[in-house]
């Protein structure tokens, strides 16, 4: 198999190491950004969200390619092998691999959430992302959605794909610095989920989470500070989805 890095850029920033990782990688990529650079390697597209620069970049992977790798530029990946060699041995239609976070409060919530997707995929993080093309193709056009890889998670599993949760290689990168912050981005993420999940039919048992979420997000509230932001977040995200926030863009 073939596998193609699709790499996406909001700026320049990144961009340089991104290439120097993915040079070391020995891989194929393209990288959509934001921002016109002069650069081998570098397209540029209009920041519109992240999932029109999939359904744009998807069109400018070589035809050979038959599976294609998204991956954000701010990610620093680690163990690139063990997920690709998870992917082919398991027969995967999609693979997305654990997040560490450098700093902030989010390494907590994403610790709580690694745990329940061992046994549910609620949701995927898209920073690393291996995919059989066969099957983005039948997904794409993704519709605008801020939560573009859950969106893809789901649309996968409605297509009764094989999804892995891949915890032996990971991504690290910045996200959140403080519970504020991480409020906001919960309030992006959860309003983006249940926009994929408007889209998508996954699975009883992962609309019926979704269903009961609201209800129980003030079961956070254990965390101390962070768990109130977390529950903040959560409350403001669904009730952004239900006022009919339809944008994809943050």
């Known amino acids: 198999m073939n596998c193609y ?15 120097e990782e993915l040079s070391r990688l020995k891989v ?6 934001g921002e016109k650079l002069n ?5 540029y597209r ?51 691999t654990r997040v560490v976070v450098k700093g902030g409060p989010q390494n907590l919530f994403l610790l709580v959430q690694n745990r329940i997707r061992r046994f549910l995929m609620i949701v995927a993080d898209g920073d690393l992302m291996i995919m059989r093309r066969r099957m983005l193709r039948a997904i794409l056009p993704l519709k605008p959605c801020k939560a573009e890889d859950t969106y893809i998670l789901f ?43 408007s889209y998508a039919n996954p699975s009883p048992l992962i609309e019926a989470f979704y269903v009961f979420l609201p209800f129980l997000s003030p079961l956070l ?3 101390g ?6 529950m903040e977040g959560i409350l403001l995200g669904f009730v952004d989805y239900l006022r009919g926030d339809q944008s994809g863009f943050w």
């Not at 890095?5 to 290439?19: C, M, N, Q």
């Not at 599976?67 to 239609?93: C, M, P, R």
């Open 155 to 197: 649309k996968t599993l409605e297509n009764r794909g094989k999804v892995i949760f891949c915890e032996q290689s990971y991504v690290e990168t910045s996200k959140t610095q403080n519970s504020r912050e991480e409020k906001s981005y919960k309030q992006r993420t959860v309003n983006g989920v249940y926009q994929a999940l």
């Open 221 to 223: 509230l254990v965390f």
């Open 225 to 230: 500070k962070k768990g109130y932001y977390w």
């Open 39 to 43: 650069v081998p390697g570098v397209v």
């Open 28 to 33: 194929p990529y393209l990288i959509v950004c």
């Open 46 to 96: 209009r920041p519109r969200g992240k999932y029109d620069a999939i359904n744009f970049g998807e069109k400018l992977v070589p035809k050979e390619a038959d599976v294609i790798a998204l991956n954000d530029v701010d990610t620093e990946i680690h163990s690139f092998d063990i997920a690709w060699h998870q992917f082919v041995q398991e027969g995967a239609s999609l693979l997305f």
């Open 5 to 19: 890095f699709l790499v996406f850029a909001r700026d320049k920033r990144h961009v340089t190491e991104k290439i």
